[in-house]
């Protein structure tokens, strides 16, 4: 009996082995029917290594802009990613202030440039005025110098004639006195020399007061030169071509010069150079090995990154 059921079991065995056995031939039978192969030549090709990593896309070159000037914007033609050109006008600010400024600057130019031609007219009249009184000075001391002497003359020849008796000590005296008075013409005469030197001097005085008068008149030139120059930085010009990167400014606020402030004045724009773009990336260690100077490579970036963003 037991013989029997052993031999029962093996064949049992064998029938679900051999039934396993056809079924998994049929499947593989199948598999291979519906697989598809592509045939290609076989050639020599590089082999793409992709290296994910975060980084950021950096321009050539990031510009800050400033504005000299302080007061509020009224233009602000320019927006994020708006491209310029070179001298394009970038922001204008009010300029009542510095007009103002230059109109004082004119107002003080033409009131010195006045005066200082009031001080040359003054000399030029001084100056024709003592040359008419040196030669007035000249002539009087000269007939002084000739009467003093004619009277002198004469009253010495009176002396001579009362020696003789031929005149009387009355005339004697009045030919003296005649002569003092004409000693005391000359004196005058000569004084009236002399004085003139203190008239140069004085004219001496009028030449200082004409550099005086031009020290002002170039001084107040350069304050004109000043306040026209602010008012030209009232305007901000692209000092570049490129594109806004970022601006910090709209139009009505009151920014701060950073000449008059000591926290470097406001921001306005960032004018970035795009001619030149950079990745810089952080690339894992276990895939640096892989990179050597001067490999060539394509950059692809997400789409949610742009200037200053990620890469991947």
Request: charged share 30%; glycine share 6%.
């Amino acid at each position: 009996m037991k013989k029997r059921m052993a031999i029962a079991l093996v064949v049992l065995l064998t029938g679900a082995a051999g039934s396993c056995y056809w079924s998994a031939r049929r499947n593989n039978a199948e598999k291979s029917n519906s697989m598809q192969f592509t045939m290609a030549k076989v050639e020599c090709r590089s082999i793409r290594q992709e290296v994910s990593c975060s980084g950021s896309v950096v321009s050539n070159l990031d510009v800050e802009i400033k504005c000299k000037a302080t007061g509020q914007i009224t233009a602000l033609p320019y927006d994020v990613s708006n491209s310029v050109k070179k001298s394009d006008l970038l922001l204008k600010i009010d300029p009542v202030d510095e007009e103002r400024t230059v109109r004082q600057a004119e107002v003080r130019l033409a009131s010195s440039e006045a005066k200082l031609a009031r001080a040359k007219q003054s000399l030029l009249v001084s100056e024709r005025e003592l040359e008419k009184a040196r030669k007035e000075a000249g002539a009087t001391l000269k007939a002084a110098q000739a009467s003093s002497k004619d009277l002198r003359t004469k009253a010495e020849r009176t002396t001579a004639l009362r020696e003789k008796h031929y005149a009387s000590p009355e005339e004697v005296g009045s030919a003296e006195a005649a002569a003092v008075e004409g000693e005391s013409a000359l004196q005058k005469a000569s004084a009236g020399i002399d004085g003139l030197k203190v008239e140069e001097e004085r004219l001496e005085l009028l030449r200082q007061d004409i550099k005086l008068a031009q020290a002002d008149v170039d001084s107040y030139q350069i304050d004109l030169e000043t306040a026209k120059q602010r008012l030209t930085e009232t305007q901000v010009y692209a000092p570049m071509a490129g594109v806004v990167s970022d601006r910090m400014v709209q139009v009505g606020q009151i920014i701060a010069s950073p000449t008059m402030n000591v926290s470097g004045g406001t921001a306005l724009l960032v004018l970035s150079d795009l001619s030149r773009v950079f990745v810089l990336a952080s690339v894992d260690e276990s895939d640096i090995g892989q990179v050597r100077p001067e490999q060539p490579a394509s950059i692809r970036t997400t789409d949610a990154c742009r200037l200053g963003g990620c890469v991947s």
